[in-house]
């Protein structure tokens, strides 16, 4: 992709959010932009957002990145998390107790997850496609063992469910701590050691490596924060939904790549902008609502994620700056 493209990524998705709003209206009827359903919108963008942030972080390292294992991750965080709560913790008698000590958990089970991942692809020496691949594999069968591959049903747990669905002046509180967390990567990107020495990596490993950069050191520490992202996705979806499965989000790995691709987010490496992530994650979501508004099926949807997912892989290769750019006479 070319820096004249990756330089106006951000308007270009501004001005798609707020084209496929306008469509929204224009088919689905004023209902579709009225406070509740934005509100409902939103409340969706984090589980998706947080997993594409994980893949975005993954595709800056370069060397092939990519962190499959996001959605089987955060679905296994919930699921060991609310076991392990449920077995010392009485929700009905202590619910904010409850609420802490299952966050808490989770976030443990995603930075044991993400150390698992980073180990294998740093000091295993395995490519990031096929680690965390085998790693998708391995959380989802120890999923599938604790739950005998049932749905678990939490009950109502008030802060838990507040956390999930309540919205604080008119934004929901998962979606103003999705913000928070961009923000905060976004100034660990751009404005930390630890983000210069990614984008470095990540765009030219050898004269990383010639730099002084321990490369083993920084893939261990970017898919342990993906797997971080990943346990904050799973504590979202548990509170949304007031449930946990082994197999929740099956295509959620599809869409969260797409986001990334969606948002500039470069497959080779050295380049990523975490406002081009939410954007993108926000259009897709307003996008998959429209579709929900419209009665169209869900393996309709899917299919359509990937045909855009080929499709701006391919136009990732065009430079758009020859179309744009005044010729020279």
């Given amino acids: ?25 224009l088919l689905a009827g004023s209902s579709f932009i009225d406070s509740y359903n934005l509100q409902s919108m939103a409340s969706q963008v984090p589980e998706l957002g947080l997993l594409a942030l994980g893949v975005m972080l993954a595709m800056i390292s370069g060397n092939g990145g990519i962190d499959l294992s996001g959605i089987a ?35 443990l089970v995603g930075l044991i997850g993400g150390l698992v991942n980073g180990s294998v692809i740093a000091y295993a020496r395995l ?13 989802t069968g120890i999923a599938v063992f604790l739950t005998n591959g049932s749905a678990i049903t939490m009950g109502f747990i008030e802060p838990l469910d507040d956390f999930g669905n309540m919205p604080v002046l008119g934004v929901p509180v998962c979606f103003a701590l999705f913000l928070a ?4 990567l976004a100034f660990l990107l751009k404005y930390t050691p630890f983000g210069m020495k990614l984008m470095l990596l990540g765009s ?3 004269a990383a490596r010639y730099g002084g950069i ?42 969260a790549i797409l986001i990334a691709v969606l948002a500039g987010v470069k497959p080779e490496g050295g380049y990523g902008k975490v406002i081009c992530v ?52």
């Avoid at 990943?230 to 979806?237: F, Q, R, T, W």
């Avoid at 169209?296 to 136009?315: E, H, K, Q, T, Y």
Wanted: aromatic share 12%.
């Fill in 214 to 255: 321990n490369e083993k050191r920084m893939l261990l520490v970017t898919y342990t924060l993906c797997g971080v992202l990943s346990s904050v996705a799973g504590v979202i979806i548990a509170a949304r939904n007031s449930s946990v499965k082994w197999d929740y989000g099956g295509s959620y790995v599809l869409i």
């Fill in 278 to 329: 939410l954007l993108a994650a926000t259009a897709l979501q307003i996008l998959s609502s429209l579709f929900n508004f419209m009665n169209i099926s869900n393996f309709f949807r899917d299919l359509a994620w990937g045909v855009l997912l080929l499709a701006l892989l391919a136009f990732s290769r065009v430079h758009l700056g020859v179309w744009f750019t005044p010729k020279r006479r």
């Fill in 1 to 25: 992709m070319s820096s004249y493209s990756l330089n106006r990524q951000a308007p270009f998705l501004l001005l798609i959010n707020a084209a496929v709003l306008a469509a929204g209206a």
């Fill in 127 to 139: 490519t990031p496609l096929i680690a965390t691949l085998g790693t998708q594999l391995l959380f």
């Fill in 73 to 107: 991750l955060a679905n296994l965080a919930g699921i060991a998390a609310f076991q392990v709560t449920s077995h010392f913790i009485v929700a009905d008698d202590a619910p904010t107790l409850f609420f802490w000590g299952f966050t808490g958990l989770a976030l």
């Fill in 181 to 184: 967390i961009a923000a905060g």
């Fill in 204 to 206: 030219n490993s050898k």
